[in-house]
Structures are given as structure tokens and as C-alpha cells.
């Protein structure tokens, strides 16, 4: 993930699907748009939004093989890097299987839909979706913490993966903590001790 959107990716949000037995075909979406396709930004041009670089990638877990049976997350590769109005009609869907122990990886401006579940048992899946640090997603989290983790959760999770959900409490501190201004470089140690403490200073703040 590191590769894709940069060493300070962060986990933005997290939780399952569960398609039930008899489930139809979901509606054909994206999770976001282009970023900057919004009415306050009337300027900006379509064909340049499509070439930029993936902002937030979505990684699926298969709780159950994804097959034709059980359903699986079909996808129109390609749909991400065209303009959203033409993103539809233009590119060949594709329904990827995947066993349990595989994922898949989605840009989040990826054409997508669950399809059916024509099998007897539920189909859960898992989403995990990762951000560059400085993207949040207002338009799918209005009305629900798109993470909800407890401070005892979070205290267990390894340190070297803190930084990856700390956001959710220090909004845009945790980018400032993780990006040090251009030009100062902080070597790894220092900067992983200074993580630690920072986030020890943390907890007891909250306290
Ligand atoms: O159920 C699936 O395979 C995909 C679900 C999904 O893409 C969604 O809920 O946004």
C-alpha cells in the first residue's frame, strides 16, 4: 500500500458488507469521484482530474470464496482514469474471483457493485481503504465515524501501525506529526521514538 499512495498511508476507513442469501446485483458505483469534481470547484477539467494519481484504494478481504455462486465485487478496469460522466458504457466489467486469504484492490473512483448472491449462505466480505494522509472522505462518513476502534483497541494495536488510524482522533496534527516540513529530515529512529512519545502524550491528554 506504501507503494501505491506514499510511505504515510493511513487506514481511512474500515468495515464489512454482508450480502445475504438471494441478494441482487448491487447498483453500479464508485465510492468517490474525481477528487476536485465538485460544484465548488467549477474550474477544474475533467480530463486532467481523470489522470491524476489514486487518492484512496480499497482493499477487499473475502470472508467466503467470491464466486459466481456466492457472488463476487465486479469491476470496469479502467473506469477510474476517464472522466466520471464517461466512466459508464465505456469498459468491459470483469468479476474476479478470489479465495479467503486473497484480496483485491480497487481505486476508489473505480467503476464497481456486488453481484448476486445466489448461494444459501450469507457473503461477507471485509473493506479496509487506505488514504494519503492528507485526504479525509466527508461525502460517504456524514452521518457515521468511518472508523470506530476504542482507545483500548488502539492501545493494542503494534506502535509501527498507530500512526495509520491515530487521524481519527488528531485530525490533521497526525499529517504534521507524519510529514515533516520540506527539507528537515528526521532519521527513522528519532522519528519512530518521537511517534512514541508523541503518542504516549497523547493518551494521557485524552485522559
Ligand atoms: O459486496 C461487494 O462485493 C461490494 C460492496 C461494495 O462495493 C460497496 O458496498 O460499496
Redesign the pocket.
Known amino acids: 500500500m506504501k507503494a501505491l499512495l506514499g510511505p504515510d498511508v493511513i487506514l481511512g476507513s474500515l468495515g464489512s458488507?454482508v450480502?445475504l442469501p438471494g441478494a441482487e446485483d448491487?447498483k453500479v458505483?464508485q465510492?468517490l469521484v474525481h477528487i476536485f469534481d465538485v460544484p465548488e470547484v467549477p474550474e477544474a477539467d475533467p480530463v486532467l482530474l481523470s489522470r491524476l494519481p489514486a487518492y484512496a484504494i480499497t482493499m477487499?478481504v473475502p470472508l467466503v470464496p467470491l464466486n459466481p455462486i456466492n457472488?463476487?465485487?465486479r469491476m470496469w478496469p479502467g473506469s477510474h482514469r476517464v472522466p466520471a460522466q464517461e466512466a459508464r458504457g465505456r469498459f468491459p466489467s470483469v468479476d474476479p474471483l478470489a479465495a479467503t486469504g486473497e484480496c483485491l484492490l480497487m481505486d476508489y473512483r473505480l467503476l464497481?457493485?456486488?453481484t448476486a448472491n445466489v448461494s444459501e449462505a450469507v457473503r461477507p466480505?471485509l473493506y479496509l481503504v487506505y488514504y494519503r494522509p492528507w485526504f479525509r472522505d466527508y461525502s460517504n462518513f456524514g452521518k457515521q465515524d468511518p472508523i470506530q476502534i476504542s482507545e483500548d483497541e488502539y492501545a493494542r494495536i503494534p506502535v509501527q501501525y498507530q500512526h495509520m488510524f491515530g487521524w481519527i482522533w488528531q485530525g490533521a496534527r497526525a499529517y504534521v506529526r507524519q510529514a515533516p516540513p520540506m527539507g528537515v529530515r528526521v532519521r527513522r529512529g528519532i522519528r519512530r521514538r518521537l511517534d512514541r512519545l508523541y503518542q504516549r502524550l497523547s493518551r494521557i491528554v485524552r485522559r
Open positions: 458488507v450480502s448491487q458505483h465510492d477487499i457472488g463476487t465485487t464497481h457493485g456486488g466480505i
